[in-house]
């Protein structure tokens, strides 16, 4: 069975742009996470998608969104990129969404923004 | 105080070793415990996910988790210098569901 894809792998941006990546989850998985990972804060969560509905949102500002469609693929979007925006974007996919949901994460998109 | 807590590290052990990577957390409803995998320059890998008080087994791995405590510890026998990577222990809120991160400990295994 084939993994999380995502694309592009790499991204390089100036300031003020914006941005779209792309998660294609493993098959039969509905439910797609993405989160944020910089050297000093770590792995952080941005959103997770369940049935094309947003079900959770972490502490990001509005310039950070995203939607997932009715075959389970999701993206988000960055706006008005910052300097701070750079890093390594990672989607997960689970089965379900719920307190024992497996997250399984794709290869990752690495944001510079210049 | 943090959500998940994991010994900072970095751990040095030398190869055929045990190396012992321990976290724990605050919210005291979770019931979904997971340890990832990170090589340098990859993405997470799922390495083993435990839900009942206990040890749990895979291969060279056990996974240990004590409730009452608030405890999960990662346990690497006969370590192999592949095992050299950052391990992250999650854990599932009782909440909202959101699958929250320690920052990682940073395993080298010596030669």
């Known amino acids: 069975k084939a993994g999380v894809t995502q694309t592009p792998r790499y991204l390089i941006k100036t300031r003020g742009q914006q941005v779209t990546l792309s998660c294609s989850p493993i098959?039969?998985?509905?439910?797609v996470s993405w989160y944020q990972q910089t050297p000093g804060q770590g792995l952080q969560f941005l959103f997770e998608y369940f049935s094309e509905t947003q079900r959770n949102k972490g502490n990001f500002p509005g310039r950070f969104s995203g939607r997932q469609f009715s075959n389970s693929r999701s993206e988000m979007n960055v706006s008005t990129l910052e300097l701070g925006d750079s890093a390594l974007y990672l989607c997960a996919s689970s089965l379900i969404a719920g307190a024992r949901h497996e997250q399984y994460f794709g290869p990752g998109t690495r944001l510079t923004v210049t | 105080q943090k959500e998940v807590e994991q010994n900072s590290g970095p751990l040095s052990v030398p190869e055929g070793a045990i190396a012992s990577l321990n976290c724990t957390y605050s919210?005291?409803?979770?019931?979904?415990f997971f340890w990832y995998r990170q090589y340098s320059g990859k993405s997470p890998e799922l390495i083993m996910s435990i839900y009942s008080n206990g040890d749990k087994e895979d291969g060279r791995f056990t996974a240990q988790l004590n409730k009452a405590s608030q405890y999960v510890s990662l346990l690497i026998r006969d370590s192999q210098p592949s095992d050299s990577a950052t391990y992250l222990c999650?854990?599932?809120?009782?909440?909202?569901?959101?699958?929250?991160f320690g920052a990682g400990t940073t395993v080298t295994v010596r030669a």
């Open positions: 919210d005291r409803g979770s019931q979904s």
């Open positions: 999650a854990v599932i809120r009782s909440n909202d569901y959101k699958l929250s």
């Open positions: 098959s039969g998985h509905r439910s």
